[in-house]
Nanobody, 118 residues
Framework: QVQLVESGGGLVQAGGSLRLSCAASKIIFSIFDMGWYHQAPGMQRELVAK???????NYADSVKGRFTISRDNAKNTVYLQMNSLKPEDTAVYYC????????????WGQGTQVTVSS
């Protein structure tokens, strides 16, 4: 079955950096829009960054200038480079793959914890 496997989360001090990776299998990766979402305790899951199949990116206002999303279609992998991390970035980060052709086909990873200490 389709798998999205995140890695790279962990504990970091404020101002530090982390790089998340999401490796996809059993999908035609290049045609999917890929995204990173986060969910803090008691909060709704929110979009952090997205990269379309064509390479267009968009970011939540809270991470613009600090986070960069990229993809490597040859490796079926999407990345999220997170710099200048803040305690409010603490959340579980989820990888998402989405394809629209008349209807939406979407997949989620299991999530990876990011904790930023002050």
């Amino acid at each position: 079955q389709v798998q999205l496997v995140e890695s790279g989360g962990g504990l970091v001090q404020a101002g530090g950096s982390l790089r998340l990776s999401c490796a996809a299998s059993k999908i035609i990766f290049s045609i999917f829009d890929m995204g990173w979402y986060h969910q803090a305790p008691g909060m709704q899951r929110e979009l952090v960054a997205k990269i379309t199949s064509g390479g267009t990116t968009n970011y939540a206002d809270s991470v613009k200038g600090r986070f960069t999303i990229s993809r490597d279609n040859a490796k079926n992998t999407v990345y999220l480079q997170m710099n200048s991390l803040k305690p409010e970035d603490t959340a579980v980060y989820y990888c998402n793959a989405d394809f629209w052709q008349g209807r939406s086909t979407t997949y989620w990873g299991q999530g990876t914890q990011v904790t930023v200490s002050s």
